[in-house]
């Protein structure tokens, strides 16, 4: 058997993801308001004069901002259901301005739980930016 180059190490993301559900492109307003509804007002994410000064040159999004999206297209598609539990990891920036594809796909479904596997990728590059997975419980 030979391991293939884009398998990662985690079980998680070795898991088939579905196709693209929906694409988004993050400005930074969106960052900017996300930082003022959480309270994380990182310059990384909202001062554009310090970002550029870093390895990252630019503002990047919160990872939590890029998750509620998910969430959001998660609910839409299974509704009756809540969010139990995620495990996430962010192994590359999403950037203001740059689209990203929103991807997932069912992994295990044990009762009224399902478990999915999520992704969020730069299209441009193909970068995943957001990867892991997501339990949902039926509500009820």
């Given at each position: 058997?030979?391991?293939?180059?884009?398998?990662?190490?985690?079980?998680?993301?070795?898991?088939?993801?579905?196709?693209?559900?929906?694409?988004?492109?993050?400005?930074?307003?969106d960052?900017?308001?996300?930082?003022?509804?959480?309270g994380?007002?990182?310059?990384?994410?909202?001062?554009?004069?310090?970002?550029a000064?870093?390895?990252?040159?630019?503002?990047?999004s919160?990872g939590?901002?890029?998750?509620?999206?998910?969430?959001?297209?998660l609910?839409?598609?299974?509704p009756?259901r809540?969010h139990?539990?995620?495990?996430?990891?962010?192994?590359?920036?999403?950037?203001?301005?740059?689209?990203?594809?929103?991807?997932?796909?069912?992994?295990?479904?044990?009762?009224?739980?399902?478990?999915?596997?999520?992704?969020?990728?730069?299209?441009?590059?193909?970068?995943?930016?957001?990867?892991?997975?997501?339990?949902?419980?039926?509500?009820?």
């Amino acid at each position: 058997m030979t391991e293939d180059s884009h398998t990662a190490p985690s079980a998680t993301l070795a898991l088939p993801v579905g196709e693209i559900v929906a694409t988004w492109t993050p400005s930074q307003s969106d960052f900017d308001a996300f930082a003022e509804l959480s309270g994380d007002d990182n310059p990384i994410h909202v001062d554009p004069a310090f970002s550029a000064r870093t390895r990252f040159g630019r503002t990047v999004s919160h990872g939590m901002l890029l998750y509620s999206r998910l969430w959001a297209l998660l609910r839409a598609r299974h509704p009756g259901r809540r969010h139990a539990m995620q495990s996430l990891m962010f192994p590359n920036p999403a950037y203001a301005g740059e689209e990203l594809a929103f991807r997932f796909s069912a992994a295990e479904t044990k009762g009224k739980d399902e478990t999915m596997v999520i992704e969020i990728r730069r299209t441009a590059d193909g970068k995943v930016v957001l990867s892991g997975e997501c339990r949902m419980e039926e509500i009820g």
